[in-house]
Every structure is written in C-alpha cells, then in structure tokens.
C-alpha cells in the first residue's frame, strides 16, 4: 500500500512538472510496464486528482492536473485532418457562429471538446476557442459597433467634404463666369478683373425658389436634393406620403434627352419620377408620351 502511495505522490510530481502527459511517457519514467502505470493513472482519475482528455494520440489519452488545459494544445497535431482546420480556424477567431459554419467544420467542432466549448448568446448557438472566455465576445460585438459607427463616421464626412467641393467647384464656375462677363465688358485693368463688390446671386437659386413655391402650393414636401447643376434640380419629394423623383428643367422646351436622363437617375435611386419644366413639351414628345399610354407591349415579327 505504502508503495503504491508513493508511486502515486510520483505520478502526480512527473505530471505537474512535465505537464499532460501520456501513459507510456509515465510509465517509462517510473520504470513500470504501461498496463501497471494504466491502472494507477485510473486510481488518480476516480480520485479527481487527475484529468484525462478526449483527444486520443493513438489509443492512448493524455493526462493533466486541472489548470494544464491550456497545455494541451501541444498535442493538437495530432488531431484528424478536418478536426485540426477546424481547431485552427476558432483558435484564430476565438468565436464561430455554429449555424453558418460548413457542415464538415460543424462536425468537427463537436468532435474536439478539449478545444471547442459550447455556449449560445441571444439565443445564438456559439463555439469559443477553450481558453477563451465568453466575456470576450461580448466585448468584442461592442468593438465591432464602435467600429461600424466609426466607418459612418468617416462615410458621413466624406459626403460633407465632396459637398464641400461641389459647392467650391460651383463658386468657382460662377466667379469665372463673372470674371469672363467683366472682360466682355471691358473691366479689366492689366489683366486682372475688378471684380464688382455686390455679391453674385447664383441663376438657379431664383428657380430653385420657384420649384419649391410650386411644390409648396400643391403640398408636396421636399425630402432631400440628388442634385444640382446650372440647368437642372433633382429632388427627392413625398407626394400624398409617397417618396418620388422630381427633375426639373430650367428651360421652356425638354426633348427625348431630357426624358431619358430624368428616367436613368430615378432607376438608379428606385424612385417614379416626375419632371418638371418652365414650358411645355415639345409636341412630338406630347404625341409620343400620348402614344405610348395605349401602347401593350411591341412583338418582334420573326
């Protein structure tokens, strides 16, 4: 008994020192044949002494004092060939949706309990790398928001900056335009233009008063501007609670150009559309538009 005690005592000692550890690694430590070294591996199992693992190197488990888990992963060689992409795919992540795995890997993460834990979150089934705590996920979805706020972020001042320089590259046109028109004049004094100190009013800002009044008077909201150019705004507005596509035209007469244009930025966005002009359609554009309301469908003859 006193010897058994001892080789025991010994067990432990060898496995605390050499970490997990096979039978055949104990046995040829103690000098004893594997089935004697098998039967007091056991003994120290039942007595909760010890741990044994559910990876296999061979037949054989592996042996290890409750706090060596993070050891095993020395023996994750050893693993099959799906097990192992399996293992270094949550070692890597640390976490693995269950659902959208692959069937295989799915398989596999059931198959390496030493390595893959269980747990859901929300409701969602989850795996988590075994050193790992579950903690982590939940600090790593907060990360994952602040990060997906961040890249709005940096989105939303990309669209202010190129609003800035669509306003900047619109001033500059407008101030060329003056400069040019003062030359026509003959304002200019060695080459440089006296520019006039009464600000310039921009042409389409007394259409664009016109298109909302318009738009006022018939109750339609304007819910946001696609567009603006020296001969066209493109606005978003919500007639009757229906978001549609206003394009309006600052000319008296539009043409099959100005449809088609109208008709390619509302399929872009997904909107219906509706154009707006300072005059009436040309009238072979009146009787096309008539013509197409009674059309079907055109067959081609083969």
Same mark, same amino acid.
């Given at each position: 008994?006193?010897?058994?005690?001892?080789?025991?005592?010994?067990?432990?000692?060898?496995?605390?020192?050499?970490?997990?550890?096979?039978?055949?690694?104990?046995?040829?430590?103690?000098?004893?044949?594997?089935?004697?070294?098998?039967?007091?591996?056991?003994?120290?199992?039942?007595?909760?002494?010890?741990?044994?693992?559910?990876?296999?190197?061979?037949?054989?488990?592996?042996?290890?004092?409750?706090?060596?888990?993070? =050891? &095993? #992963?020395?023996?994750?060689? *050893?693993?099959?060939?799906?097990?192992?992409?399996?293992? %270094?795919?949550?070692? !890597?992540? +640390?976490?693995?949706?269950?659902?959208?795995?692959?069937?295989?890997?799915?398989?596999?993460?059931?198959?390496?309990?030493?390595?893959?834990?269980?747990?859901?979150?929300?409701?969602?089934?989850?795996?988590?790398?075994?050193?790992?705590?579950?903690?982590?996920?939940?600090?790593?979805?907060?990360?994952? =928001? &602040? #990060?997906?706020?961040?890249? *709005?972020?940096?989105?939303?001042?990309?669209?202010?900056? %190129?609003?800035?320089? !669509?306003? +900047?590259?619109?001033?500059?046109?407008?101030?060329?335009?003056?400069?040019?028109?003062?030359?026509?004049?003959?304002?200019?004094?060695?080459?440089?233009?006296?520019?006039?100190?009464?600000?310039?009013?921009?042409?389409?800002?007394?259409?664009?008063?016109?298109?909302?009044?318009?738009?006022?008077?018939?109750?339609? #909201?304007?819910?946001?501007?696609?567009?603006?150019?020296?001969?066209?705004?493109?606005?978003?507005?919500?007639?009757?609670?229906?978001?549609?596509?206003?394009?309006?035209?600052?000319?008296?007469?539009?043409?099959?150009?100005?449809?088609?244009?109208?008709?390619?930025?509302?399929?872009?966005?997904?909107?219906?559309?509706?154009?707006?002009?300072?005059?009436?359609?040309?009238?072979?554009?009146?009787?096309?538009?008539?013509?197409?309301?009674?059309?079907?469908?055109?067959?081609?003859?083969?």
């Amino acid at each position: 008994m006193q010897d058994a005690f001892k080789i025991k005592e010994r067990i432990v000692s060898i496995i605390q020192s050499n970490g997990p550890s096979l039978p055949i690694s104990i046995a040829r430590e103690l000098g004893l044949s594997s089935l004697f070294a098998s039967a007091f591996l056991s003994e120290l199992l039942s007595e909760k002494r010890l741990k044994i693992s559910n990876l296999r190197v061979g037949n054989s488990p592996v042996y290890f004092i409750s706090g060596q888990e993070p =050891k &095993l #992963e020395n023996f994750s060689e *050893h693993l099959k060939s799906k097990e192992k992409e399996a293992f %270094l795919l949550l070692k !890597e992540n +640390k976490f693995l949706k269950d659902e959208v795995q692959q069937p295989a890997i799915r398989v596999a993460l059931r198959a390496i309990k030493d390595f893959a834990i269980p747990f859901e979150n929300k409701g969602v089934f989850f795996w988590r790398y075994f050193i790992v705590s579950e903690s982590e996920l939940i600090q790593k979805e907060e990360i994952s =928001k &602040l #990060e997906e706020i961040e890249i *709005h972020k940096d989105e939303e001042n990309e669209q202010e900056d %190129l609003e800035k320089e !669509e306003v +900047k590259e619109e001033d500059i046109f407008v101030k060329k335009k003056v400069v040019d028109s003062e030359q026509d004049s003959g304002l200019v004094c060695s080459g440089v233009a006296k520019r006039k100190r009464k600000p310039v009013k921009k042409k389409n800002d007394k259409f664009f008063n016109q298109v909302k009044e318009f738009l006022a008077e018939k109750s339609i #909201e304007i819910v946001g501007i696609e567009g603006v150019s020296q001969g066209d705004l493109i606005l978003r507005i919500s007639d009757n609670g229906e978001d549609k596509l206003l394009v309006a035209y600052n000319k008296r007469r539009i043409g099959e150009v100005e449809i088609i244009k109208a008709n390619k930025k509302a399929e872009e966005i997904g909107l219906d559309y509706i154009i707006l002009s300072l005059g009436e359609p040309l009238k072979k554009l009146q009787n096309l538009i008539k013509a197409i309301k009674n059309l079907s469908e055109i067959q081609k003859l083969k």
